[in-house]
């Protein structure tokens, strides 16, 4: 069906159904996409900035994720290393990130080759755009850096996070994002709040059912100025 | 699938006797149920973000053909194709003509609601489509020939057993020795079945939760990661969403997606939401080529145009299923068609024909637990009364209609209603005295067979009210 039929019908529906017209609806709209509302904040997003970093931990691990701190990114080799070594794991796949490939390993990880799709047993690291310390999520936007694949085909999944990006609510990641691209979104922006789980066996909570068994997060970095 | 709503009362029947299927639901009080109240228990402001959620919603209907179109217009910017589709029919046409364009043999399903309502697989397949579903739940009903039974749990009429008996049999080329007695050992075959199936898929289908009208983004919400999967790996990706999923801005998705986790499984939020926007980019390495959205009217703007908008408000949290005492004795299955519990008493019958689904909306005692717990507050025992009224002229028989039409003219005028009911409470007092209870009662059937019914102790409600307010002592 075209497009200006399908409208036609729904704008019938709507103008039975709330008496408005036309020039109403389109006056609310533009104001409603140009101003986007604030709604209520729930108190887990009302947390002082100094207790962001805590929240976040907090609700990652609950949700049986691993977090390490570190001073910097020079660090990060050290900390990934060392969950392989725990993991008996050598290899370490990578986007095309700048920030990572300076870094000195010891053993230097892989540059992902999208024509080749990692096996179930493989690990990689990426590093996310934004942490919302309101329910312990990571911002994951795919790049070239940062494939979107590897946050899900791998067995684990490591992500760094530079502590001055963590903010406490959602409205707060989302208008970062739109400030960051403000034209359109990177094709996938993916919140991560834990391993993958299923629970649709018996109601039975089970980690990894088709995405990562295990999500490392490492923070690193000086945090954000608190005011 | 062919809908066995008009045979509701027959399906209930069986569905009560089956003691499997009341173990499986037996867990329902002490799982979803109560891990939402703990969520909610951790949210004080619950109620206001409740409010605001619905708000969203009431404005977004409002305006919804302004809001298609600016979806529309920037998804179609970021490079998606919008395809629109007025019925099951064309969104079928319009799916199998994608697929068979790009030459494709397999397809990766994302759990979607909306795929069930047009009976996508069946059709897809008799075209020589091979389709897999990809959330755990729904392949477990896909290789059992079965329908979801429920919207977020849809294999929740299933016991362990039940899924290591139907791997055996499907997954008969894997050693037949071994050990599949947790439900961990069945979570990892089925990880790594699906695997395999996910890097040979030539398309990924996936339904929406919600379709951002500011950014063109359709939001997956999932735990498992196989929605990503599914829109990530192959080369085609075709997202399939009705006209109520359109949220206006991200700050609004915000609001809803605070309380659709914690309302369906009582989490604060879901392993993945995923917003996803047009198709890969030059410079990404991976993603989909061509990014389709087939968005679905289907009987939708006629709700709207009906009355019955503020059913569109729904989000498929499945809560209201969760916490309706019929859906926790009967299941999904008895329902008889896609969406069940109370949201599917409302649905079913604008989708079917009140005609074909007309026991649907009288299956509920009013108890109001669904509207205690909807996230968007929608109004479900005053639309499954609407629906009532609207099936009435139709259906039940003749002695039915005219006991509904004497005890309605009674109910409205209280003086005979109050003398009715002195007299038929008084007459009852002086037969049960004996025993106190009665064993057998005349057209109250239903009740005595499995139960007494306690005698009643001579005087009215209203007579007892009464006296108390004149200050008589008891």
Redesign the interface.
């Known amino acids: 069906?075209?497009?200006s039929?399908?409208?036609v019908?729904?704008?019938?529906?709507?103008e039975?159904?709330?008496g408005?017209t036309?020039a109403t609806?389109?006056s609310?709209?533009a104001g409603?996409?140009a101003h986007?509302?604030?709604?209520?904040?729930?108190?887990?997003a009302k947390a002082r900035s100094q207790d962001w970093e805590k929240e976040l931990i907090a609700?990652l691990e609950a949700?049986g994720g691993n977090v390490v701190v570190i001073p910097d990114l020079a660090a990060l080799p050290r900390a990934v290393e060392s969950q392989l070594l725990h993991e008996q794991r050598t290899h370490l796949l990578v986007?095309?990130d700048p920030r990572l490939a300076v870094l000195p390993w010891s053993i230097p990880p892989q540059r992902?080759n999208?024509a080749q799709?990692p096996d179930?047993g493989t690990a990689a690291l990426t590093h996310a755009v934004a942490a919302v310390a309101e329910?312990?999520?990571l911002v994951l936007a795919?790049?070239?850096a940062s494939?979107?694949?590897l946050?899900?085909?791998p067995e684990t999944h490591i992500v760094a996070v530079a502590r001055d990006t963590i903010v406490g609510?959602?409205?707060a990641a989302?208008s970062r994002?739109?400030t960051a691209f403000p034209d359109?979104?990177?094709?996938?922006?993916?919140?991560?709040?834990?391993?993958?789980?299923?629970?649709?066996?018996?109601?039975?909570l089970?980690k990894?059912?088709?995405?990562?068994r295990r999500l490392v997060v490492v923070l690193y970095g000086a945090p954000a100025e608190t005011t | 699938m062919t809908p066995a709503t008009r045979t509701f009362r027959e399906n209930a029947r069986t569905a009560l006797g089956d003691a499997k299927l009341a173990k499986?639901l037996g867990?329902l009080p002490t799982?979803?149920v109560a891990q939402r109240a703990a969520a909610k228990a951790?949210?004080?402001?619950?109620e206001?973000?409740r409010t605001?959620a619905r708000d969203?919603r009431d404005?977004t209907?409002?305006?919804?053909?302004?809001?298609?179109?600016?979806f529309?217009d920037k998804a179609e910017?970021?490079g998606a194709r919008?395809h629109?589709?007025?019925d099951a029919v064309?969104a079928r046409t319009v799916i199998a003509h994608i697929a068979l364009k790009n030459g494709a043999r397999l397809v990766a399903k994302g759990k979607s609601m909306i795929s069930e309502e047009i009976a996508l697989n069946a059709y897809l397949e008799s075209l020589g489509l091979e389709v897999f579903e990809?959330?755990?739940?729904e392949y477990?009903v896909q290789i059992r020939n079965e329908t979801p039974s429920h919207i977020i749990?849809?294999?929740?009429h299933?016991?362990?057993d039940d899924?290591e008996a139907d791997f055996r049999r499907h997954h008969a080329h894997l050693v037949p020795d071994r050990d599949l007695s947790t439900?961990?050992a069945?979570?990892?075959e089925?990880?790594?079945v699906?695997?395999e199936r996910?890097?040979a898929a030539d398309i990924g289908i996936t339904g929406a939760n919600f379709l951002v009208?500011?950014?063109?983004?359709a939001i997956l919400v999932t735990?498992?990661?196989?929605g990503?999967?599914s829109?990530?790996?192959p080369k085609t990706h075709i997202v399939l969403a009705s006209?109520d999923k359109i949220v206006?801005?991200?700050?609004?998705a915000?609001?809803l997606?605070?309380v659709l986790a914690r309302s369906a499984?009582g989490q604060?939020?879901?392993?993945?939401?995923?917003?996803?926007?047009?198709?890969?980019?030059q410079?990404?390495?991976?993603?989909p080529g061509e990014c389709h959205i087939v968005?679905l009217?289907n009987g939708r703007?006629?709700m709207?145009?009906s009355?019955l908008?503020e059913a569109l408000r729904c989000i498929r949290c499945g809560a209201c299923l969760n916490h309706c005492p019929v859906y926790n004795a009967i299941g999904g299955h008895a329902y008889g068609w896609v969406y069940a519990g109370p949201i599917g008493a409302v649905l079913t019958p604008a989708f079917l024909g009140v005609d074909q689904a007309s026991d649907l909306p009288s299956a509920s005692s009013f108890c109001g637990k669904c509207e205690e717990v909807c996230p968007v507050r929608i109004p479900l025992t005053s639309l499954m009364r609407t629906w009532r009224e609207r099936s009435r002229a139709t259906s039940g028989s003749a002695l039915q209609r005219m006991a509904l039409a004497a005890w309605s003219f009674t109910a409205r005028r209280p003086r005979l209603y109050h003398a009715a009911t002195r007299l038929g409470i008084a007459m009852l007092s002086a037969l049960g005295r004996p025993r106190g209870v009665f064993r057998r009662l005349p057209f109250a059937r239903g009740w005595t067979a499995s139960r007494d019914f306690p005698a009643p102790q001579g005087r009215t409600f209203q007579q007892h009210w009464a006296e108390r307010e004149r200050g008589v002592p008891r």
Request: charged share 20%; aromatic share 6%; with cysteine.
């Open positions: 069906m075209s497009r039929t399908f409208l019908r729904v704008r019938g529906a709507v039975t159904a709330s408005t036309a609806r389109q609310a709209v409603r996409l986007p509302p604030r709604h209520p904040l729930p108190i887990c609700a949700r986007g095309d992902w999208p799709k179930d329910t312990g999520t795919s790049s070239a494939p979107a694949t946050a899900f085909l609510s959602f409205e989302f994002l739109r359109r979104l990177p094709r996938a922006v993916n919140l991560v709040s834990g391993p993958s789980r299923t629970s649709d066996i018996e109601g039975r089970v990894g059912a088709h995405g990562p | 499986a867990g799982g979803l951790r949210v004080p402001e619950f206001t973000l605001a969203i404005h209907l409002s305006n919804l053909d302004v809001y298609l179109s600016a529309a910017a970021a919008i629109w589709a007025a064309e990809s959330d755990l739940g477990l749990v849809p294999a929740i299933l016991s362990r899924v439900a961990e069945l979570v990892a089925a990880r790594a699906l695997r996910f890097l009208a500011e950014t063109g983004s735990n498992e990661g196989n990503d999967l829109a990530h790996l006209i206006p801005t991200l700050a609004d915000a609001t997606l605070r499984t604060d939020m879901t392993a993945y939401t995923s917003l996803l926007t047009g198709p890969r980019l410079a990404d390495p991976d993603g968005i009217d703007s006629e709207l145009r009355g908008g």
